[in-house]
């Protein structure tokens, strides 16, 4: 459109109109956009968070609701704990098997938990359906604690299960059931287990008052108990944890984390007592930098600075600088630098389901931010500045790799973009519904389709898979569980990285 202007003081007039709008829309923008980062997104950070969330009912053991969104699952598990004549079903099965992990199972609801907790206030809509995830795994984790002093930590034997390539609504491999206990402790799980506990009660506070008092009761009970029988569970049940889930960590991670976890969600001063007597000995300030499943010392002095940065609970200052080690850890540049990225710029921890690390580890980067940005403070690391801001532009990267812009331009989400893996390393997703085949696989029978080339039928939407190796290479086959099976542990952090993204860019 043409602008006419009478004289040259009209102009002046005009000019000056435009600028002062101008001005006031930049100012306003500004205003809004705190934290904001100021281009266009390339992804749809909201879908990618939305089917992050939907996976979890792709999980799912036990009855499944009228409300189920996944519908080509149905209902199984349904005589889980009958072995030991107790309750266990529902839960979720851990990753693209049918066994019922316990450690693993803990770990992701404490890392949705503490997702919805940092970023629930972003969510809008996806709140109901996080905080839904999160009830399916503490109603049947309640369910596995429900006799003191005891916790049962497996439904499954994952030798005999493997050996099957079958749909949960087909299982008739053993559901044996594994315990801990006072003669076989493991503080490893009972620990996480109260972490977790902890955790989904804070999330529950407002909205459910009796059923978050409820899990903080338990929460108490089994730290108690991790805490009094000290041992880590793959002692006592080596032959059936391991390889699958041992502790290789030991359980004093688990021990430190749990007392943070009940710090946070009771602020009794016993806790924080127990974190300053026994940080020490417990592995605070070791030099262990990988946050997943198995070691949660990273986790826990991120949880802690919050209460030194923002609670001002001076006792905990040291883990400020704990936190900061594991910033300065992991950016490329610092003098104290060791992170290995792939050429195209993956944050590379291990072979075997790397993903993981880049989802748990890009949550706590967008975590620290936060906390740091509210206390106004930075991360030195030898003298190199690092900002709130240099953090979620590292989380973002490595998000935005995960969701497509990486050297195959494949998302490793399944049903998230135009290109992503079709050969999931996954019993339910990779056999036909049984709508589509209403009689029985037997255990052996769906081998021949584990090792074909065809599609998985059925689209585990959300699913996050193990992910390239260090080359970005990714052959997407279906029997290469290290690259190309899901979990839910490798979901449970991305919830929070991605409402955090999806927030920032006026998503949500």
Same mark, same amino acid.
């Given at each position: ?5 009478? +004289? ?16 006031? @829309?930049?100012?306003? +923008? ?84 503490? @997702? ?9 809509? *996806? ?41 949960? *609504?087909?299982? !008739? ?7 801990? !206990? ?29 059923? &978050? ?20 569970? +793959? ?29 946070? /969600? ?11 007597? #026994? ?5 605070? !300030? ?28 001076? @006792? ?12 300065? @850890? ?9 992170? %290995? ?10 072979? !075997?389901? #790397? $993903?993981?690390?880049?989802? +748990?580890? &890009? ?5 620290? /931010? ?42 490793? $989400? ?7 893996? %079709? ?27 584990? #090792? ?24 997407? %086959? ?6 190309? *099976? ?15 993204? /999806? ?6």
């Amino acid at each position: 459109m043409a602008l006419h202007f009478a +004289s040259s003081s009209s102009f002046t007039t005009t000019l000056l109109i435009l600028l002062c709008i101008f001005s006031a @829309s930049l100012f306003l +923008s500004n205003a809004f956009q705190h934290h904001h980062h100021p281009h266009v997104a390339r992804h749809n950070y909201r879908d990618a968070l939305t089917k992050s969330i939907l996976f979890f009912e792709g999980q799912r053991s036990g009855r499944l609701p009228s409300n189920q969104r996944m519908t080509w699952r149905r209902s199984s598990g349904l005589s889980d704990g009958a072995a030991m004549h107790v309750d266990l079903v529902g839960g979720y099965y851990d990753a693209g098997d049918n066994v019922k992990f316990g450690f693993p199972m803990a770990f992701t609801t404490t890392m949705l938990s503490w @997702s919805v907790i940092e970023f629930g206030g972003l969510m809008k809509g *996806e709140l109901q359906n996080a905080k839904g995830a999160i009830r399916w795994a503490t109603d049947y984790l309640l369910k596995a604690t429900v006799h003191p002093d005891t916790i049962y930590v497996q439904v499954g034997d994952a030798n005999k299960d493997h050996a099957c390539w079958e749909r949960p *609504e087909d299982m !008739d491999t053993p559901r044996s059931v594994f315990k801990i !206990d006072r003669n076989t402790p493991g503080s490893d799980v009972a620990a996480e287990t109260a972490a977790a506990l902890a955790a989904a009660s804070v999330v529950f506070r407002r909205s459910d008052p009796t059923y &978050s008092k409820l899990l903080i009761r338990r929460a108490i009970r089994v730290f108690q108990f991790a805490d009094r029988y000290r041992g880590a569970y +793959s002692n006592g049940l080596k032959k059936y944890v391991c390889p699958f889930y041992c502790s290789y960590s030991g359980y004093q991670d688990e021990l430190l984390w749990g007392a943070a976890w009940l710090h946070k /969600a009771t602020r009794n001063p016993t806790f924080l007592n127990y974190i300053q007597v #026994n940080g020490q000995t417990l592995g605070a !300030d070791d030099s262990d930098n990988t946050f997943g499943w198995d070691n949660k010392h990273v986790g826990a002095r991120i949880l802690l600075s919050k209460a030194f940065l923002l609670q001002k609970v001076q @006792s905990l200052h040291d883990y400020k600088g704990h936190a900061d080690n594991f910033i300065c @850890s992991l950016v490329p540049g610092t003098p104290f630098s060791q992170a %290995q990225y792939t050429p195209g710029g993956l944050l590379f921890k291990m072979s !075997d389901s #790397n $993903m993981q690390y880049v989802t +748990s580890t &890009s949550f706590l980067l967008v975590t620290y /931010a936060k906390y740091l940005t509210s206390a106004h403070k930075v991360v030195n690391c030898g003298g190199t500045i690092i900002t709130p801001k240099r953090l979620r532009v590292i989380a973002k990267k490595q998000m935005d790799y995960l969701l497509g812009d990486n050297p195959l331009k494949m998302s490793y $989400m399944v049903g998230y973009g135009p290109r992503y893996p %079709q050969r999931i390393h996954h019993r339910g997703s990779s056999l036909p519904s049984i709508a589509k085949h209403p009689s029985k696989i037997q255990c052996s029978a769906g081998f021949s389709i584990m #090792n074909s080339q065809s599609p998985n039928p059925n689209i585990l939407v959300g699913a996050v898979v193990g992910g390239p190796d260090q080359h970005d290479r990714f052959p997407d %086959q279906r029997s290469d569980f290290e690259q190309s *099976e899901p979990s839910t542990y490798t979901n449970a952090p991305l919830v929070g990285a991605l409402t955090y993204l /999806a927030h920032s860019f006026g998503q949500l």
